[in-house]
C-alpha cells in the first residue's frame, strides 16, 4: 500500500458525535487525497491537500474537514457524523504527479 | 460533464477469456485516463494509464484502447486468470489537478 497507513481501520461511532480518520504517509509526497467509497458510486474526493496547510474541497466536502500540518499526516474529520457518512474511506497519495495516485488500505466507519 | 460512465456493473468470464470494461466520459479536457484494480478489502492499485496522445496501451495482459473522438476507453485484459477476479474502476481527470473522477466500477469473477 505504497507506504500508507490509515487509522483506525474500523469504526462503529454513533450518530452526532465527532470523528477523526488519520492518513500517515512515509513516502514525503506533496499530494494527499481522502475519497470515500461507496456502492454504485465508485470512489468520490472529499478534500485533497497539495502541501502542509494546503487544501481543498473535493467532490462531496459538506459534513467533512481536513488539516495537514506535517507533511506525513493528513487528517479526516467528521464533527458530527451522521449515517449517510457510513462509508469506506481511503485516503492516497501522489508526488510529482498529481494523478498517479496510490491508496492505502481503507478505514470502514459505521454511523449508527 | 463531470462523470464517467462504466459498462459492465459486473462481469463473468471464463478462464482464458478476454474480459472487457467500457468507460466514457463527457469532459473533453480530460488528458489522464488511469485504471485501478481492488481486491477485497483492500485500497484500489493503479494498473495501467493512458493519455489521449495514443490510442492504444499494452502492459503484459492488460491493454487499455482509447478512442478520443467518441470520448470512450476501455480495458481489455488477455487470457484472464481467476486471480484477475476483483472490481476494476476506470477514471478521468486533468492531469494538473489530480481530482480523480472515477467510473461506477466493474466487479470481474474469473471462472477456473
Known amino acids: 500500500d505504497a507506504g500508507i497507513t490509515q487509522s483506525p481501520r474500523h469504526k462503529v461511532t454513533e450518530t452526532g458525535t465527532p470523528v477523526t480518520l488519520r492518513c500517515h504517509q512515509t513516502?514525503?509526497?506533496?499530494?494527499m487525497y481522502w475519497y470515500r467509497q461507496d456502492p454504485g458510486h465508485g470512489l468520490r474526493l472529499i478534500h485533497y491537500?497539495?502541501?502542509?496547510?494546503?487544501?481543498d474541497k473535493g467532490e462531496v466536502s459538506d459534513g467533512y474537514s481536513v488539516s495537514r500540518s506535517k507533511t506525513e499526516d493528513f487528517l479526516l474529520t467528521l464533527e458530527s457524523a451522521t449515517s449517510s457518512q457510513t462509508s469506506v474511506y481511503f485516503c492516497?497519495?501522489?508526488?510529482?504527479?498529481?494523478?498517479?495516485?496510490?491508496f492505502g488500505p481503507g478505514t470502514r466507519l459505521t454511523v449508527t | 460533464q463531470q462523470q464517467v460512465k462504466q459498462s459492465p456493473q459486473s462481469l463473468i468470464v471464463q478462464k482464458g477469456g478476454i474480459s472487457i470494461i467500457n468507460c466514457a466520459y463527457e469532459n473533453t479536457a480530460f488528458d489522464y485516463f488511469p485504471w485501478y484494480q481492488q481486491f477485497p478489502g483492500k485500497g484500489p492499485a493503479l494498473l495501467i494509464a493512458i493519455r489521449p496522445d495514443v490510442s492504444e496501451k499494452k502492459e503484459g495482459r492488460f491493454t487499455i484502447s482509447f478512442n478520443k473522438s467518441a470520448k470512450q476507453f476501455s480495458l481489455h485484459i488477455m487470457d484472464s486468470q481467476p486471480g484477475d477476479s476483483a472490481t476494476y474502476f476506470c477514471?478521468?481527470?486533468?492531469?494538473?489537478?489530480?481530482?480523480?473522477?472515477f467510473g461506477q466500477g466493474t466487479t470481474l469473477q474469473v471462472k477456473p
Open positions: 492516497a497519495i501522489s508526488g510529482l504527479a498529481p494523478s498517479e495516485q496510490y
Open positions: 477514471a478521468a481527470t486533468i492531469s494538473n489537478t489530480g481530482k480523480l473522477i
Open positions: 491537500s497539495y502541501g502542509v496547510k494546503d487544501t
Open positions: 513516502e514525503n509526497h506533496r499530494y
